[in-house]
């Protein structure tokens, strides 16, 4: 499981260490592409295909799957970790997601998020502002 916060922050050639700690589980090819709420998600390649088997069975009748499909899999690249658990991240996901240099590296289950030190600040003190609410939601489905 995939889990905790680590800094890192990416090297000059646009490099970003995964966690030691993490790189285990992550293996040595992993998918980077544009996360949710201006992150990247980084999935160990098993895991990452199954979840493009299940977006590839979505029906692509309506008009926001199609845009959901194209926007996650147009930014998905395949990379391999270096010899020191070190990820390339392209400049158009780069430029998504506002990174420059500092990072915080998120473990959220199955998939690692990498985002902006300062988004990350910024988007963690409002979600800490409404975990009551967020709380009480997942108790209503049984899950906390």
Not at 19 to 44: A, H, M, N, Q, W
Not at 85 to 109: C, N, Q, S, W
Request: with cysteine; aromatic share 8%.
């Amino acid at each position: 499981m995939l889990i905790g916060q680590y800094h890192h922050a990416l090297d000059e050639k646009k490099r970003l260490a995964l966690p030691s700690r993490l790189r285990p589980e992550i293996g040595k090819r992993v998918v980077v592409t544009r996360g949710l709420d201006k992150c990247l998600f980084i999935y160990p390649l098993p895991i990452w295909e199954q979840i493009a088997e299940k977006l590839g069975a979505l029906p692509v009748g309506k008009a926001e799957t199609r845009q959901f499909l194209r926007v996650l899999l147009s930014g998905a690249t395949e990379v391999e970790l270096d010899g020191l658990g070190r990820v390339l991240i392209p400049d158009f996901l780069k430029t998504y997601a506002g990174l420059e240099k500092d990072a915080v590296v998120v473990g959220v289950y199955n998939r690692l998020e990498v985002w902006d030190v300062n988004e990350w600040n910024r988007y963690h003190a409002e979600a800490e502002k409404n975990q009551d609410q967020i709380a009480e939601k997942l108790g209503e489905v049984g899950v906390y």
